[in-house]
C-alpha cells in the first residue's frame, strides 16, 4: 500500500495566520493527492483534489501544490471556520488511502 | 442535488455481520461513470477506506480487511450496501458512503452524514 504521512498532526494557530500542512507518500504517486476539511461531529468535505485543482467554492486564501512525493496545503489569512481537521488521500492507485489528519486549533 | 444516506443497526455483537445501506438520491446512479465508496472513521481517529464499486458491480475493497468486506449494488433501489462479517470492537467507528468522482479520479466529491456503529455484546 502507498502510505501517506502528513505533519503536523495538530497545529495551534491564531486567526488571520498563514499556515502549511504537508502530506508525503511513501512512492511517487504523480498528482494524484487530495485534501479534505472536517469539522466535528460532520463528514469530510472535498477542498482539493489533483494535488492544487479546487473543487466548488473554496476560498481563495486556500492554495495546494505538489508531485510526486511532497505535498503541501496553506491557509493565509486564517479565518475561524478554518479550525478542523485536515486530511490528505492518495489515489494514485485502487489501494486508496487517508493521512491521518491535521487538527488546526484555534491559538 | 445529489445526496446519500446511510442506514443500519447502530448496534452489533462481536462476531456477527455489520451491514449498512447508502441511499443515493437527486443525481445519477445507475449511469455515468461515478463510483460509490465506503469510509469509516473509528471515534477520535482517521479516515479508512474501505471499498469502492460501480454501479455495474465492479468492486475494489482494501486488502487490510481482507475477505470480511462485501460491497454490492442494488441499481432498482438506487442504493449499495456493505457486509462486514466477523466484526470485533475494532470496527467500532462512524461509516460514510460517498461518491468517488470515477474510476481514474479516485477522490470523494460527496458524502453522506455517517452513521455510528458500535460493536459490543
Known amino acids: 500500500d502507498i502510505q501517506v504521512t502528513q505533519s503536523p498532526s495538530s497545529l495551534s494557530a491564531s486567526v488571520g495566520d498563514r499556515v502549511t500542512i504537508t502530506c508525503r507518500a511513501s512512492?511517487?504517486?504523480?498528482?494524484?493527492l487530495n485534501w479534505y476539511q472536517q469539522k466535528p461531529g460532520k463528514a469530510p468535505k472535498l477542498l482539493i483534489f489533483a494535488s492544487s485543482r479546487f473543487y466548488g467554492a473554496v476560498p481563495s486564501r486556500f492554495s495546494a501544490t505538489g508531485s510526486g512525493t511532497d505535498f503541501t496545503l496553506t491557509i493565509t489569512n486564517l479565518h475561524p471556520e478554518d479550525f478542523a481537521t485536515y486530511y490528505c488521500?492518495?489515489?494514485?492507485?485502487?489501494?486508496?488511502?487517508f493521512g491521518q489528519g491535521t487538527r488546526l486549533e484555534i491559538k | 442535488q445529489l445526496q446519500l444516506q446511510e442506514s443500519g443497526p447502530g448496534l452489533v455483537k462481536p462476531s456477527e455481520t455489520l451491514s449498512l445501506t447508502c441511499a443515493v438520491s437527486g443525481g445519477s446512479f445507475s449511469s455515468g461513470t461515478s463510483y460509490w465508496g465506503w469510509i469509516r472513521q473509528p471515534p477520535g481517529k482517521g479516515l479508512e477506506w474501505i471499498g469502492s464499486l460501480h454501479h455495474s458491480g465492479s468492486t475494489y475493497n482494501t486488502p487490510s480487511l481482507k475477505s470480511r468486506v462485501t460491497i454490492f449494488v442494488d441499481t432498482s433501489k438506487n442504493l449499495f450496501s456493505l457486509n462486514l462479517t466477523s466484526v470485533t470492537a475494532a470496527d467500532t467507528a462512524v461509516y460514510f458512503c460517498a461518491r468517488q468522482h470515477s474510476a481514474y479520479d479516485r477522490f470523494f466529491d460527496s458524502w453522506g452524514q455517517g452513521t455510528l456503529v458500535i460493536v459490543s455484546s
Open positions: 488521500q492518495q489515489s494514485f492507485n485502487t489501494l486508496l488511502t
Open positions: 512512492q511517487h504517486i504523480a498528482n494524484y
